[in-house]
Every structure is written in structure tokens, then in C-alpha cells.
């Protein structure tokens, strides 16, 4: 079943940001990702994006204009908080991934831990639809999961695990011929308690066929 935004509320309501397991003070390897593939004046959407500090690194290197979505409207009150004026110049949306209708064509859709939250068939599959839907033809999609030798559950919930390849091959089977692998790699992340949760990250580009 799908979480909700209640779980969530809950949850960012009862740990300060840096005690959550996903917390990354510098989120070095989203940025970098981002950096990449997308330019600064290129619309960018962080999916899920939670209280992640990646909104406030674009926003300091000048990239944007940036959209950041979450089911949490707590999570994303904390960001707007912290980065104080000038998260006016971002565009905050509480939605659901899997119900949202994207007003926009976005150059670069970054997701880091949400996609393997999609533990039915159903909601991949509107994810992944949202995700035809937000992106430009050549569009860029930045997709982190946990791997398949991470961890089985996040926040009290069942995730699903996945290497490039059978990430690859699932969002071929929603979107035959819609998203192209890029590059693929593996990515330890060190928890606030010093745990190690293995992730990999994936690169797609949106083709023409789109
Ligand atoms: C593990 S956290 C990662 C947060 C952020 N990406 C980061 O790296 O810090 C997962 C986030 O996904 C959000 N989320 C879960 N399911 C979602 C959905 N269906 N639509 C939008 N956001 C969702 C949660 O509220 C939470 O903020």
C-alpha cells in the first residue's frame, strides 16, 4: 500500500531533520548529478525532495527555476524555514508523485529515495507516467533507490530493492522505449548513526519517442 502524507507529517514531526536515516548535510552526489545534466535557467523538479538541503545547493549555485514536491507539507515547511527569503523563488508542492498533474516541462526530474517506496504495480506505473508527463523530450531523469543488497524497509515501511538493470528493465516495461539509461552507479550512504545503506543511482534520458 501507498504511504501517506499523515506517515510522513508524523514522521518529520517527531525527529529533527539531521536524526532521519536518508539526512545528508551535503548531498554531494545529487548535486554533482544534477550539475551535469542540467544548466542553470533549466527547470528543475526534486521529487520527493522532503527537507532535503539539494533545493538550497542549487539554489546557491543558481540553477532553477526549481520545484519541489512532497507528500509531507511538514517536510517541506522545514526547507522554506530554513532557507528563509529566498524560498520564494521556489515552487513548493504537497502532492502525491502518483496523482500529480505536472503544469510544466521540466528539463531534469531528480528522485532520491521515493521510487522504491512504490511497492505495487499500479503506482510505478503513474509514477512513471508523471514522469513522461513533467519531462521535455531529452529530459533528464535522476533515479536513486536503495540497491538490492540495501536496506528491505525505510520509516517503518516495505521498500522495494533494485540494481540499474532491474531498474532499467522496470521503467522499460511501463514506458517501452521512453527513457534511455544513461549511467548507473553504486552509492554508500552513511546514516546519522553510522550505518551503511547501499543505493544505486540512475541516469535516463527522455527520448524523442516521448
Ligand atoms: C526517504 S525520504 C527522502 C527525502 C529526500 N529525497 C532526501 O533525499 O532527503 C522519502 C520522501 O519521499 C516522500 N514521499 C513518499 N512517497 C511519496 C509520494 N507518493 N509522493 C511524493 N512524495 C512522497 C516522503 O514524504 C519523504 O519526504
Not at 507539507?73 to 508542492?93: K, M, P, Y
Amino acid at each position: 500500500m501507498k504511504s501517506s502524507a499523515e506517515h510522513w507529517d508524523r514522521v518529520y514531526e517527531s525527529r529533527i531533520e539531521e536524526a532521519l536515516t536518508w539526512f545528508e548535510a551535503d548531498p554531494a552526489l545529487s548535486f554533482g548529478l544534477v550539475g551535469r545534466f542540467a544548466l542553470p535557467g533549466d527547470p528543475v523538479v526534486d521529487v520527493g525532495g522532503g527537507a532535503s538541503r539539494l533545493v538550497d545547493r542549487l539554489l546557491e549555485a543558481g540553477y532553477g527555476p526549481l520545484t519541489v514536491l512532497d507528500l509531507s507539507a511538514t517536510a517541506l515547511h522545514a526547507s522554506r524555514e530554513r532557507i528563509g527569503a529566498r524560498a520564494e523563488a521556489v515552487r513548493w508542492i504537497a502532492a502525491d508523485v502518483t496523482e500529480w498533474t505536472p503544469g510544466e516541462s521540466f528539463a531534469l526530474w531528480h528522485d532520491r529515495a521515493v521510487f522504491h517506496f512504490l511497492t505495487e504495480p499500479a503506482d510505478r506505473a503513474a509514477y512513471v507516467a508523471t514522469m513522461g508527463r513533467a519531462l521535455r523530450s531529452g529530459g533528464i531523469a535522476i533515479i536513486a533507490t536503495f540497491a538490492d543488497d540495501g536496506p528491505e524497509s525505510c520509516s517503518g515501511l516495505p521498500v522495494m530493492r533494485y540494481s540499474p538493470e532491474a531498474l532499467a528493465a522496470e521503467v522499460d516495461s511501463l514506458a517501452p522505449g521512453r527513457f534511455q539509461p544513461v549511467e548507473a552507479e553504486r552509492h554508500s550512504h552513511v546514516t546519522p548513526k553510522g550505518n551503511l545503506q547501499n543505493f544505486q543511482v540512475s541516469v535516463f534520458r527522455k527520448t524523442e519517442a516521448g
